[in-house]
């Protein structure tokens, strides 16, 4: 099994910064990828910004120039930097990621953390 905590949301002021973080633990062989993913008040759950393993990236566009992702495989840990954050950006922000558990890739989620941008 494989467990995801995640850190570093909060409220922030239009065109602040945040920085998520998110920790995988566990039976861990290999990361095939992580990324992040949002819900807003009564929308769905929208992929904010993937990163694989060899370090390619796919961000949503709506956050593109604005959010930035990293990976740290020593770690197991993947970041998001969000800056010149919108209104729009409110949400709970969820990680994810795909993971080599022995003999299988297994997707796992973590709980959320919520990011309220408000003035």
Same mark, same amino acid.
């Given at each position: 099994?494989?467990?995801?905590?995640?850190?570093?949301?909060?409220? #922030?002021?239009?065109?602040?910064?945040?920085?998520?973080?998110?920790?995988?633990?566990? =039976?861990?062989?290999?990361?095939?990828?992580?990324?992040?993913?949002?819900?807003?008040?009564?929308?769905?759950?929208?992929?904010?910004?993937?990163?694989?393993?060899?370090? =390619?990236?796919?961000?949503?566009?709506? &956050?593109?120039?604005?959010?930035?992702?990293?990976?740290?495989?020593?770690?197991?840990?993947?970041?998001?930097?969000?800056?010149? %954050?919108? %209104?729009?950006?409110?949400?709970?922000?969820?990680?994810?990621?795909?993971?080599?558990?022995?003999?299988?890739?297994?997707?796992?989620?973590?709980?959320?953390?919520? &990011?309220? #941008?408000?003035?």
């Amino acid at each position: 099994q494989v467990q995801l905590v995640e850190s570093g949301g909060g409220l #922030v002021q239009p065109g602040g910064s945040l920085r998520l973080s998110c920790a995988a633990s566990g =039976s861990i062989v290999s990361i095939n990828h992580m990324g992040w993913y949002r819900q807003g008040p009564g929308g769905q759950r929208e992929l904010v910004a993937r990163i694989f393993s060899e370090g =390619s990236t796919v961000y949503a566009d709506s &956050v593109k120039g604005r959010f930035t992702i990293s990976l740290d495989n020593a770690k197991n840990t993947v970041y998001l930097q969000m800056d010149s %954050l919108k %209104l729009d950006d409110t949400a709970v922000y969820y990680c994810n990621g795909q993971f080599q558990v022995v003999y299988s890739y297994e997707d796992y989620w973590g709980r959320g953390t919520r &990011v309220t #941008v408000s003035s």
